[in-house]
C-alpha cells in the first residue's frame, strides 16, 4: 500500500547510523559539504537511535548498512521509519534486501559505488576551492538532503513479535509469498532448498533433486532471471533468505521500545516544567 511521497525542506538535522565506521563517517563528511549549516550526529547502537529519533522528530535519517542484516532493526524503527525520511546506503542489495525495503515503506537506497563518485568530486572541489554546499557530483543522496521524502508506503511487518524466532519465521514467510508471486516452481524452491543444505555444484545438484544436466542448467537459469539475480553462489546462498546467525542488531521488543520512547518524553517534560519554575 503506498500514499503519494511527502516531500519536506532541507533538513537541519541528519542521523546517521551503520554498522562499518568509514562508510558513515564518509557520508557524514559529505553532509556536512552540502549542508554546512546542519547538524549531523553519528550513532552506533539501536537504543541511542531510538532515542535520537524521538528528540528530534524532524530529522532525516540516513541508514549505512545491508538491509538483510538489521531485520531487527528495521522491526524496532517500525514508527519512526514511517515518520522521519530515511534514506538506505549499502554496498550490495540482493532479492531479500529488496524485499525488506519494501516492506518497510519503499524505502529509497543507494549504492557504494554512488557514493565513491560523490567523494571523488568532494575532494575535485576542496582542490579547486569551490565554495561551500557545492556539490558536481547529482545523486540520490544529494537529493534526499536537499529535498527529504517521507516514505511513500506502510509497513508490511505487524508490531505483534515479542521474540526474534517468530518475527524471523514471518520474515520467511513473506520471502516465501514474494517467491510465489513470481511464479518459482516447486523444482525451483527445491533447488533452492538443495542450495542451502549444500548440494552446490552441478553434479551434486544432478544427484539431490535426480534430474538430467540440461533440465538442472536450464532451471538453474530460470530461477536467477525470475529473482533478478546474477549467477553468483554468495547472491543465492544470502539473497534468497533471511538468518538469525547474520544479524549485526540485538532484537528489542515493542514493549522495551515504548519504554525508551516514554523515558525520553518524561525527560523532556521534566526539563520544560524545569525552565517554566526558573523562569517564574
Same mark, same amino acid.
Given at each position: ?9 532541507? @533538513?537541519?538535522?541528519?542521523?546517521? $547510523? ?10 557524514? +563528511? ?9 547538524? /549531523? ?6 537504543? @541511542? ?11 532525516? =535519517? ?12 528495521? $522491526? ?8 522521519? !525520511?530515511?534514506?538506505?546506503? +549499502? ?15 519503499? %524505502? ?7 557514493? +565513491? ?6 575532494? %575535485? ?5 569551490? !565554495? ?14 536537499? @529535498?527529504?521524502?517521507? !516514505? ?11 521474540? *526474534? ?10 520471502? $516465501? ?26 553434479? *551434486? ?21 525470475? %529473482? ?9 546462498? $544470502?539473497?534468497?533468505?533471511? /538468518? @538469525? =546467525? ?7 521488543? !515493542? ?6 520512547? +516514554? ?9 520544560? *516544567? ?7
Amino acid at each position: 500500500m503506498t500514499e503519494p511521497s511527502l516531500k519536506m525542506p532541507a @533538513s537541519r538535522n541528519v542521523i546517521l $547510523y551503520g554498522d562499518c565506521w568509514p562508510v558513515v563517517s564518509a557520508v557524514q +563528511s559529505l553532509t556536512t559539504t552540502m549542508l554546512p549549516d546542519s547538524e /549531523c550526529r553519528a550513532i552506533f547502537d539501536l537504543p @541511542s537511535l531510538i532515542e535520537q529519533l524521538t528528540v528530534e522528530p524532524r530529522a532525516a =535519517l540516513i541508514l549505512c548498512l545491508r538491509p538483510r542484516e538489521h531485520v531487527f532493526l528495521f $522491526y524496532a524503527l517500525r514508527q519512526e521509519l514511517f515518520d522521519h !525520511p530515511a534514506l538506505v546506503i +549499502s554496498d550490495e542489495i540482493f532479492f531479500n534486501d529488496r524485499l525488506m525495503l519494501r516492506v518497510w515503506g519503499d %524505502l529509497p537506497c543507494m549504492m557504494h559505488d554512488e557514493l +565513491s563518485m560523490m567523494i571523488t568530486s568532494q575532494q %575535485l572541489c576542496e582542490f579547486l576551492t569551490v !565554495p561551500s554546499g557545492y556539490c558536481p557530483e547529482k545523486s540520490l543522496l544529494a537529493d534526499f538532503l536537499q @529535498s527529504p521524502t517521507l !516514505p511513500v508506503g506502510f509497513s508490511e511487518v505487524p508490531q505483534i513479535f515479542h521474540l *526474534e524466532a517468530p518475527l524471523m519465521d514471518y520474515m520467511s514467510l513473506l520471502i $516465501y509469498r514474494e517467491m510465489l508471486d513470481r511464479k518459482i516452481t516447486p523444482f525451483r524452491m527445491r533447488m533452492l532448498q538443495a542450495i542451502w543444505s549444500g548440494f552446490q555444484t552441478r553434479d *551434486e545438484l544432478i544427484t539431490e533433486l535426480d534430474a538430467p544436466k540440461s533440465k538442472i542448467w536450464n532451471e538453474k537459469h530460470r530461477l536467477l532471471m525470475q %529473482l533478478e539475480m546474477p549467477a553468483r553462489l554468495r547472491d543465492i546462498l $544470502y539473497g534468497t533468505r533471511f /538468518c @538469525s =546467525l547474520l544479524q549485526r542488531t540485538k532484537f528489542i521488543s !515493542p514493549a522495551e521500545v515504548e519504554n525508551i520512547r +516514554s523515558e525520553v518524553r518524561e525527560r523532556r517534560i521534566a526539563r520544560v *516544567e524545569k525552565n517554566c519554575i526558573t523562569t517564574l
